[in-house]
Nanobody
Framework: QLVESGGGLVQAGGSLRLSCAASGRTFASYAMGWFRQAPGKEREFVAA????????IFADSVKGRFTISRDNAKYTVYLQMNSLQPEDTAVYSCAADRRPFGGLGVRPDEYEYWGQGTQVTVSS
């Protein structure tokens, strides 16, 4: 089970930190990803982090503004979002990789478990 938190309403240029708390599986063995979906648009990859936390990848649209991290002792992955823009408005969801000790996926079908999502709204 994955539960996101930390979403909300923020002005352009502001920051938010999303959290994704995991339970019910060997969290530390799986890569984790963040995706987002805006109204009327397809789900979009945002960022992913390896099971060890040593490797990360980001979508070009968020590179340099967002960071992803994880605390395996707390079964939690984070998405720090800085310099937010109205186009970042979406429902953000975390997801767990299908394979233990797998690589970093950018496609939704590479992830097996999904949270319900948390709304992020950026006003101009």
């Amino acid at each position: 089970q994955l539960v996101e938190s930390g979403g909300g309403l923020v002005q352009a240029g502001g920051s938010l930190r999303l959290s994704c708390a995991a339970s019910g599986r060997t969290f530390a063995s799986y890569a984790m990803g963040w995706f987002r979906q805006a109204p009327g648009k397809e789900r979009e990859f945002v960022a992913a982090i390896s099971w060890s936390g040593g490797y990360t990848i980001f979508a070009d649209s968020v590179k340099g503004r967002f960071t992803i991290s994880r605390d395996n002792a707390k079964y939690t992955v984070y998405l720090q979002m800085n310099s937010l823009q109205p186009e970042d408005t979406a429902v953000y969801s975390c997801a767990a990789d299908r394979r233990p000790f797998g690589g970093l996926g950018v496609r939704p079908d590479e992830y097996e478990y999904w949270g319900q999502g948390t709304q992020v709204t950026v006003s101009s």
